[in-house]
């Protein structure tokens, strides 16, 4: 086990390195100039020149390159081009509001997702099944954006039951206030994890239930409970890396949900970044999510194994 550990982790070293480089030029190869957009119209092409030599956006890609990413090795992401504050606190701050949601509709996700697979899959081809099958279906086709109008128009504008933006009053705490901020993005974000690994579990238990041990098992006279718990067992690894799949995508592709909602998390943060050119800003937080999403996987990874021991012998 120790020696598959340490191999993960040394595949995740290049992985970080090429996401380095994927962020930083995914930046820069973006049209428009970054200094227009922080320098009044009537500025002198001297101003720019000497805000642009400030920020080292003279110099050549590749050192500009080697210079952040020495900077972000040291925890240094610079200063935001908007606000002028250093792009390591507003990132921080947005990634544990995002990580309010991401936890929340990950748990949510994970737990009803992985329940309502179970029982399509146990029920196959009967009316459970068509049920959570029409649900599922339904949860993957619904675009985000959508269903965040229309949760607000029901729940907040017609009913005033839910607050429609926000986060709540300071900084996020648990209690009832804050929780229910948090209600109506929480359900938006798991609309689609839900779908996508209760259809992935259906799938891996039809699987499972159809192979030739479960049936050895039944002649066996294993109770149903334990029959139920081996199906578990071996829908288990392959349903972890798509729940795994998902929480990082709530992580990194949560900017249109946290827009709607005005929540102050890193999706909000990245959109903010992009119609102000604040490359900084930008690049601070494509990088942290991104270094998230690696780990997150390295994780996932490190659970499978545990979960299935053969997938030791596979990495």
């Known amino acids: 086990m120790l020696s598959y550990v340490i191999r993960r982790l040394l595949y995740a070293i290049p992985i970080s390195l090429a996401v380095t480089i994927v962020v930083f030029s995914l930046v820069h190869l973006a ?35 080697f210079y952040w990413l020495g900077n972000a090795l040291r925890g240094n992401l ?31 996700s994970c737990v009803l997702g992985f329940t309502l697979g179970i029982a399509a899959g146990v029920w196959r081809d009967r009316l459970p099944d068509h049920a959570i099958s029409f649900f599922t279906l339904a949860g993957v086709s619904v675009p985000h954006y959508w269903l965040a109008i229309v949760l607000v128009i029901i729940f907040s504008v017609n009913h005033m039951w839910l607050p429609p933006l926000g986060m ?6 648990l209690d009832w206030v804050h929780v229910q901020h948090m209600i109506l993005p929480t359900v938006t974000m798991a609309a689609i994890p839900i779908s996508v690994i209760a259809r992935t579990v259906r799938a891996n238990v039809a699987e ?6 479960i049936t050895t098992l039944w002649s066996k006279g294993l109770t149903r409970s334990r029959i139920f718990w081996h199906v578990i067992r071996n829908v288990l690894p392959g349903s972890m890396a798509v729940m795994g799949l998902q929480i990082g995508h709530m992580l990194g592709g949560s900017v249109l949900v946290e827009t709607v909602f005005a929540w102050p998390g890193t999706g909000f943060l990245m959109a903010t970044a992009i119609f102000q050119r604040d490359l900084p800003l ?25 979960a299935d021991p053969r997938l030791r012998r596979i990495g």
């Open 282 to 306: 930008l690049q601070g937080t494509m990088l942290v999510l991104s270094i998230s999403f690696v780990l997150l996987n390295l994780l996932v990874d490190l659970l499978q194994s545990w």
């Open 168 to 173: 709540g009053p300071n900084e996020w705490r």
């Open 208 to 213: 499972v239930m159809d192979q030739e041990f």
């Open 78 to 108: 610079g200063m935001s081009l908007g606000s002028g504050r250093p792009v390591a606190t507003e990132t921080m701050t947005a990634v544990k509001n995002t990580l309010v949601l991401a936890v929340s509709a990950g748990l949510l």
């Open 31 to 65: 049209p428009g100039d970054a200094i227009n957009a922080l320098v009044p119209d009537e500025a002198s092409q001297e101003l720019v020149d000497q805000i642009r030599h400030e920020y080292g956006l003279d110099k050549p890609l590749p050192v500009q390159y």
